[in-house]
Structures are given as structure tokens and as C-alpha cells.
């Protein structure tokens, strides 16, 4: 057979101090889990299911309690349940959500917002409606990289006008959106600046104002020191991200696969 020769390692020698978590789409619309190494991108383990018990089996029974303790952080989404075992498994390791999925869910409140103020516009062809409809791109940039000077012609509204214009005519017209929208920018700052005491006066000081990111705020203070973690530590998903585009690449390639065994078996040699 041509995999007879092909054995596959029981576990790594040495478990690195800072480790990533994911989780993928594999065989016949299963979800299996994938850990790398933060630092090298080296894969450590490809699991077929992202089941808890099945990841707390593995690591507990191929090391020990001496090696695990010296994980020093686990990079995660916002998947609560990697959340719920990890310091059971690495009693020093410090939780850290990935920083993209922070501003992404922080945006996809924008984003909700943003469509409901737009279904309480009567007039389809105001200014206001085509900013809000065509222009949704310029609420999710930067404060700092918004252009305020040099007028430019935007697609939908037809007009000439500063991308700060164009915005500043939205919030005004709509203050429960301009709230929405400043907590965002607030999000996005303490994020790209890495500013963990900035990100912890927001929530701390965060008033409910009955939105689309009350719900948002509520999941960030109960995720709370993993979430102020992506402003203290360098690390992020984006290695595990890397090699999980490398299986979507093989499978799409190979047209897919029916044998799992088969397909971890080929996820193992591209990974190594």
C-alpha cells in the first residue's frame, strides 16, 4: 500500500513554550483542531475532532505534567472552549485571544449597526442612505489613516468630498451610530497600539446604550484577561492561520478527500 511505509510521530520531543489553536474543516464536513508553535510554525499536533476531551486526552497521556508546565501562553480565537481547558492543561500558560478576531467581531457590530440605522433612512436616495449603504468600507478604517484634506470622488454618493466628510455627515445625522462607531475606533486603537490599559478603561468604563455593541463589549469583559493578553504578548494566530491554508490547498488540489486516515496522512508530510 502506498502508505505502509509511512509512520506517523506519537508526539513531538519537546513542547514548545508558546503554542497556537485552531480549527479547520476536514473530511466530510468535520471540524478537527490543529496546534503549532508560535514561534517556529512548526506543527505539533493534528487532531481528527476538535472535541474537549479528545485534545485534554492527547496532550495529557503523551506529556507530562513537567513538560506541559512549561507552556508559557496558548494563542486562541474566540472559542470558548479552548478557553476552558487550557489552564488545566498548562497551569502557567497565559491565555491570549488572537487580535484579528477581536477587531472582527468588534466590526461585525459596526457592521449590524450600521445596517439597521440604514433601514430606518425613509429616503433611499439621500446622501446619508448612499453613504451608509456604498461608503461601509470607510467606518472600519483607522481614525488616523481617514483622508480629512484632499477631497476625492466616492462611488455611490457621486459627490467629491473627504473620506472625514463623508463620515462625520453619518455620525452626525445618527448619534447611536456615532456611539457604536467611537467604541470602535477605541477597540482598534488599544489594538494596533498595544495598549492593554487603554483596552481596560473601555470596557471598564463602557456605558450600554441598548446597541449592536453592547452584546460585543459583554463577550470582551467576559473573555477578560485573555482578551487584555493580545495587547501584553507578541504572539497571534497567523502561524496556525498559515498552515491551515496549506490544508485547504492540498484538499483543494487533491480534489478532496474521503479517507481521513489518508488525508492526515498527506497533511503530515506537507507539514514536516
Known amino acids: 500500500m502506498l502508505n505502509a511505509n509511512i509512520h506517523l510521530a506519537y508526539r513531538v520531543k519537546h513542547l514548545p513554550e508558546n503554542l497556537c489553536f485552531d480549527e479547520f474543516r476536514s473530511c466530510n464536513h468535520w471540524m478537527s483542531f490543529n496546534c503549532c508553535d508560535a514561534v517556529s510554525h512548526r506543527r505539533i499536533v493534528t487532531l481528527k475532532d476538535r472535541l474537549s476531551k479528545d485534545i485534554i486526552d492527547y496532550f495529557e497521556a503523551r506529556f507530562s505534567v513537567q513538560e506541559r ?3 508559557q501562553s496558548v494563542t486562541i480565537d474566540m472559542n470558548a472552549e479552548y478557553g476552558s481547558f487550557i489552564h488545566r492543561l498548562f497551569p502557567n500558560a497565559a491565555t491570549i485571544i488572537d487580535r484579528f478576531h477581536i477587531i472582527q467581531l468588534a466590526g461585525r457590530a459596526l457592521d449590524n449597526e450600521r445596517t439597521q440605522t440604514i433601514r430606518t433612512i425613509q429616503d433611499k436616495h439621500s446622501r446619508i442612505y448612499h453613504i451608509l449603504k456604498s461608503q461601509w468600507r470607510l467606518f472600519h478604517l483607522d481614525e488616523i ?7 476625492v470622488y466616492l462611488r455611490g454618493i457621486n ?6 466628510n463623508a463620515i462625520d455627515l453619518a455620525l452626525d445625522a445618527f448619534p447611536r451610530f456615532r456611539s ?10 488599544a489594538i494596533h497600539q498595544k495598549d492593554a490599559n487603554a483596552f481596560q478603561s473601555l470596557l471598564t ?11 460585543t463589549i459583554n463577550t470582551f469583559i467576559k473573555n477578560g484577561s485573555a482578551l487584555l493578553n493580545s495587547c501584553r504578548y507578541p504572539f497571534s494566530n497567523g502561524p496556525i492561520e498559515g498552515l ?7 484538499k483543494r488540489n487533491c480534489f478532496g478527500f474521503r479517507n481521513i486516515d ?3 496522512i498527506r497533511i503530515s508530510l506537507i507539514h514536516e
Open 69 to 71: 508546565a512549561q507552556v
Open 262 to 264: 489518508n488525508f492526515f
Open 244 to 250: 491551515n491554508r496549506k490544508i485547504k490547498a492540498l
Open 145 to 151: 489613516k481617514v483622508n480629512d484634506s484632499k477631497a
Open 180 to 189: 457604536v462607531y467611537q467604541t470602535y475606533q477605541g477597540i482598534l486603537s
Open 159 to 164: 459627490e467629491y468630498m473627504t473620506q472625514q
Open 205 to 215: 468604563n463602557y456605558q450600554p446604550t441598548s446597541n449592536q455593541m453592547d452584546i
